[in-house]
Nanobody, 122 residues
Framework: VQLQASGGGLVQAGGSLRLSCAAS????????VGWFRQAPGKEREFVAY????????YFADSVKGRFTISRDNAKNTVYLQMNSLKPEDTAVYYC????????????????WGQGTLVTVSS
């Protein structure tokens, strides 16, 4: 599975962005997808995940209530809708895929996109 993240950019605090994670491969619908982010000088952290069929999602406490995750398996794409953005959301955002169950642990993901930069100005 090859992943490509897009949709990042510069936005003011309180604004919204929608990130996309487009995948190649006919079996993408069998993979759980997670979003992670890494700010300068910080470790990569979990943001959200969605199971292979979209039946279950999970969010980090820091984004709960502001971010949503969804997928369209017909389009081989997972979306991360980010609302009420804060300056502390500034980071490079990565999407990743893994087989079987979803996870908050980035070490369990075997497929990664290249990352897309989100910058939130105050």
């Amino acid at each position: 599975v090859q992943l490509q993240a897009s949709g990042g950019g510069l936005v003011q605090a309180g604004g919204s962005l929608r990130l996309s994670c487009a995948a190649s491969g006919r079996t993408f619908s069998m993979y759980a997808v997670g979003w992670f982010r890494q700010a300068p000088g910080k470790e990569r952290e979990f943001v959200a995940y969605i199971t292979w069929n979209g039946g279950s999602t999970y969010f980090a406490d820091s984004v709960k209530g502001r971010f949503t995750i969804s997928r369209d398996n017909a389009k081989n794409t997972v979306y991360l809708q980010m609302n009420s953005l804060k300056p502390e959301d500034t980071a490079v955002y990565y999407c990743a895929a893994k087989g079987y169950s979803a996870s908050r642990n980035h070490n369990e993901y075997g497929y990664w996109g290249q990352g897309t930069l989100v910058t939130v100005s105050s």
